[in-house]
């Protein structure tokens, strides 16, 4: 049995985009992955399918899993001969208990690796325009607990070594005691007009920013509802705020929009969402297996050739390529079922049509060419199967987390085949679609979407003239 092992890596704090390269690369390679509340769940989408997700979150005041619980079962995971991920939001060894799971893993002779991450203490700042060092304000940095298992919870602190020693201080998950460390920071020397800025959910959609002084942080923080996870940053630079705010002023900000998709056909239409600040994810998500199939040795005797999937085209090359078939010995007429399809026949040198599906359909002598699932209908017609669609089950469990999360707020449906999708996806996570969507910003491209849309009884927002992204921007930033 091959020897397992543990790897401790931080997720970065929020924005999935903020894990490394080296944190990445584990997730890719993991067995199992074990994550806490504050890890982005897109992140769960760079693990293999195959992979084990055990949900380990905690909140302030409850308990998923307990940190004993927590280290067993890296434990008993590594003892299984798995590759294990712990992925903690931020950077594991700034209060990420990494030093607690380590002296678990060897004290039971399990192999372990720690990965650094992005810390919120340095990435939440930045996030609302403010660096934790400047030649102008700060020298020096320190990042402090805002919390302790202390009965009253309240850090126990040298309070006046960093009032009077440290230029920029963040308290992490200081929400409940932003009066104590307001206090105990102007006892002991720091000016009660400090700036000071609390910034909630940083680095996501969720990101808040709130700005004060050392005298009216709590009660600014109070008005505006502040809850954790934030992080508190005091001191000079936090007056920077006001000028070089830039994450929150991104024209798509708090938009989280799921693109339904029907297929992996690659498209920018993520990145350029991202781009313009909003948080997206693409699902459901698809592998595709080649089948075994080969050419008919007939094929010059078709009439048609009719490619029902776009993905079945370089398929269908490379078996041509096996066979040392010449491609003139094709039938002259081929085409596409979708325009993607049609784009695809022309990175091959052929300039295909997108005829009426319901005449081909009609016609004899027609050689289908697709997926399973594309030639489901043909049951009665020649076909030729290139490969087989499986929906991936990592992104099923990603969407999950975000419905749980309540995290989603705008639906894009690129085709009508994309509106039975989202149900049926929806229906999978057992949850009625007409009722979550309901509250939902719904996009659709084109009037034939959106008519699909209003028949399953789902409320259209915005209806695309131009099935185009610049247009998808424009009509979301209208929203």
Known sequence: MKTGKVYLVGAGPGDAGLITVKGRQCLENADVVLYDRLVNPLLLEVANDTAEFIYGGKLPDRHHLRQE???QLLIDKANEGLQVVRLKGGDPGMFGRVGEEAEALVQAGITYEMVPGITAGMAAPLYAGVPVTHRDFSGSFAAVTGHTKAE??????????????IDTIAFYMGVKNLQTIAENLTQNGKSPRTPVITVEWGTTGRQRTVEGTLSTIKEKADEANVKNPALTLVGGVSSLHQNLDWF????LFGRYVWVVKTSNAAGSIAKELRENGAEVLEAPTFSY????????DDIHQFSRLYFTSDESIPHFFEM????KLDIRQLPIDICGKTKRAVDKLADYGIVAEKPNFENIHQRDN???IGSDESLAEMTESTCLMTHTVTRLSKTRKTLNRLIQDELINTVVLPSSKAVHTVIEELDNAGISAVEWLNNKSIVCYGPHTRKAATAEGLTVESTLSIPDNKELIHRLLEL
């Not at 126990?156 to 009032?163: C, E, G, I, P, R």
């Open 69 to 71: 619980s927590i280290q």
């Open 152 to 165: 009253n919870g309240q850090p126990a602190l040298d309070w006046k070594a960093l009032a009077q020693g």
């Open 248 to 251: 929150e002023k991104k024209p």
């Open 289 to 296: 297996d080649k089948t075994t199939a080969s050419l008919p």
């Open 320 to 323: 041509l390529k096996h066979k």
């Open 366 to 368: 027609c050689l289908y």
